[in-house]
């Protein structure tokens, strides 16, 4: 996505580079047009800000600035009297400390540390109260990320950019995304960054590991005891469920994997089995399935790359080469087509605009005429072009694609991609276009596809996949009542029997 470079021949704003209204500006002046630029200290790039990338090097989901290094003298200077070194931490870069402050300490407390200045609205907006949808969240919550409901309890809140935190990596307070629109990059799901653990409230779990070892010894084995267990919402946070494990295994010196795998059989066993792995390690043990085995398992390899955040897919791959050793890509490359590969590739270089990214008409429209071109404006179809627009667009940034392409020509994007495409590209792109017109929706078709077709294993793991997310998997049960007139839970109990029919409802929520 292509965005305005920042004052590209215009007089920097206020804190970069500029002294406050009526204050002299550093000793020395600042330099001019021309004049050569003050070394950095080593390993910075002239014009760099401490913790960025080199100048020509955008963050993630953000073009770099035509024309590359901005004009001469609109380089910072380091401020008086410490040449070359950077501003205090959270600061943007050229920004004075605060009056009275020692250089390189933070703003005292009446300015929260490492909160970026007030940025105005964009044109034609009105600023959202505190605690509406696009409201800035109280410093040390996470931004609410799209369609996210308030967290529930069992979830507890996390503060964003908790030390020690691995997969948001978001850009330096201050760095605009969009013109002058800061873009916060959307915080990871519970259970994929391990810096949360650090927050995660712990949970006595005396009683319950005595009932799974109970459950699980002599002759026979009590799977009503196991499920109880496993679907309580004490152990709803993925924190929570992997204290469990380690606090069984611990008491007994005995594995709660190996245990569950010898006592249980069949759907019951791949349900509990998903669930104890927790979010993160599940995915990474469907991707290590589906790309071991004769021929692909497309669907379960799509269920878990596509439609994901970057922080997301970062913390994937990472765990994914810890446990196998490899890059996830060259697996992929070893099992997919040219075409799909390149797709994928897309997708895990995770540049997709974040959540927050703004909708912005003129890039839409653009976008709107790309893909009539790749599509129906040529003779076959260029699957590269689709895919990079599908790639690089948030939920409702696609969703404003599909509005923008049926009013401009007559026709809809869906059927457009079932015309010109086929097999996995096709099913693929259905994906990101449904899921960003209405995730929810999504969700209850894929539910249904799998719970009508008996595809057991792809419906235990989309359940278990949304019953870490309680508000989406809310949202899908309710979506699915209104597009096919029956409940969700009411299907499971006609087209489910014995283990596997309890431990889903039991997931789901419902009464078993």
Wanted: neutral net charge; glycine residues 10%.
């Amino acid at each position: 996505m292509s965005s305005q470079p920042p004052y590209y021949g215009q007089q920097p704003p206020q804190g970069y580079g500029a002294p406050p209204p009526g204050a002299a500006p550093p000793a020395g002046g600042y330099p001019q047009q021309g004049a050569p630029y003050q070394y950095p200290p080593p390993g910075q790039a002239p014009g760099q800000a401490p913790g960025q990338p080199p100048y020509q090097q955008p963050y993630y989901g953000q073009s770099a600035p035509p024309g590359g290094a901005p004009p001469a003298g609109q380089y910072q200077p380091p401020p008086s009297g410490q040449p070359g070194q950077p501003p205090f931490p959270g600061a943007p870069y050229g920004q004075q400390p605060p009056q009275g402050a020692p250089y390189g300490q933070p703003p005292a407390q009446n300015a929260p540390f490492g909160q970026p200045p007030q940025q105005s609205t964009p044109y034609g907006q009105q600023p959202p109260p505190q605690g509406q949808y696009g409201a800035q969240p109280p410093y040390g919550q996470p931004p609410a990320g799209y369609g996210q409901q308030p967290p529930q309890p069992g979830y507890p809140q996390q503060p964003y950019a908790a030390p020690g935190q691995q997969w948001q990596q978001p850009p330096p307070q201050g760095v605009p995304g969009y013109g002058n629109y800061p873009v916060q990059p959307t915080p990871a799901s519970q259970g994929y960054d391990p810096a949360q653990k650090a927050w995660a409230q712990p949970v006595n779990t005396s009683s319950d590991v005595e009932s799974l070892r109970k459950a699980m010894k002599g002759m026979g084995c009590d799977e009503k005891a196991l499920i109880r267990v496993f679907s309580s919402p004490q152990y709803s946070n993925p924190w929570a469920m992997a204290q469990l494990v380690q606090d069984y295994n611990s008491r007994f010196i005995r594995s709660l994997e190996d245990d569950i795998k010898s006592e249980t059989r069949s759907g019951l066993e791949t349900a509990l089995l998903a669930v104890m792995r927790g979010p993160l390690g599940n995915d990474v043990y469907v991707l290590d399935k589906s790309l071991n085995r004769m021929g692909t398992d497309e669907e379960a390899l799509m269920d878990v790359l596509l439609n994901r955040s970057n922080a997301d897919l970062r913390a994937i791959m990472t765990e994914y080469r810890r446990v196998k050793g490899k890059d996830l890509l060259v697996d992929i490359k070893e099992d997919v087509d040219d075409t799909l590969f390149r797709l994928y590739s897309m997708i895990l270089a995770a540049t997709r605009a974040e959540d927050a990214a703004p909708v912005l008409p003129h890039e839409i429209d653009q976008k709107v005429t790309e893909l009539q071109r790749a599509t129906e404006g040529m003779i076959g179809s260029n699957a590269i072009s689709v895919a990079q627009i599908f790639a690089s667009s948030n939920a409702s940034q696609i969703n404003a694609i599909a509005e923008a392409y049926q009013r401009k020509y007559h026709r809809g994007l869906q059927d457009v991609i079932e015309k010109e495409f086929r097999g996995d590209m096709e099913d693929a792109l259905l994906r990101m276009l449904t899921a960003g017109q209405n995730r929810a929706r999504s969700d209850a078709f894929r539910l249904r596809e799998a719970l009508t077709k008996r595809k057991d294993r792809l419906l235990i793991n989309r359940v278990v996949a949304l019953y870490w997310d309680r508000p989406r998997l809310e949202a899908a049960k309710e979506a699915y009542k209104k597009r096919f007139g029956v409940a969700l839970g009411k299907e499971v109990k006609d087209l489910l029997k014995g283990d596997l029919e309890d431990v889903l409802l039991a997931l789901l929520g419902e009464k078993w």
